[in-house]
Nanobody, 121 residues
Framework: QAHLVESGGGLVQAGASLKLSCAAS????????MGWFRQAPAKEREFVAG????????DYADSVKGRFTISRDNARNMVYLQMINLRPEDTAVYYC??????????????WGQGTQVTVSS
């Protein structure tokens, strides 16, 4: 069973940048796709970004395209979410997830505990 731990969240002003990290363990990390999701208060969890097992294919929600970048380091069992030009509507708990090799928008089996991102206006 995979163990995922997110870090890097915090309180920032609109327009700022943050980089989230997710450390994975207990599974052969390089064989799985990874994703980032978020859940704002009173809203359902939504897909943010996904990356395939190799790191060569990525996918983004329309709301974050051009501002967020997902990447991974298979040697370190890490996945990252670089966020720039943050907006108040990006405020949410961000979760990383591990799933199928393609790293698409569904099919995730293991989830981290989440890290809070708060963007003030």
């Amino acid at each position: 069973q995979a163990h995922l731990v997110e870090s890097g969240g915090g309180l920032v002003q609109a327009g700022a940048s943050l980089k989230l990290s997710c450390a994975a363990s207990r599974l052969p990390f390089s064989g799985y796709g990874m994703g980032w999701f978020r859940q704002a208060p009173a809203k359902e969890r939504e897909f943010v970004a996904g990356i395939d097992w190799s790191g060569r294919s990525t996918d983004y929600a329309d709301s974050v395209k051009g501002r967020f970048t997902i990447s991974r380091d298979n040697a370190r069992n890490m996945v990252y979410l670089q966020m720039i030009n943050l907006r108040p509507e990006d405020t949410a708990v961000y979760y990383c997830a591990l799933g199928q090799r393609s790293g698409g928008r569904t099919g995730y089996t293991y989830w981290g505990q989440g890290t809070q991102v708060t963007v003030s206006s």
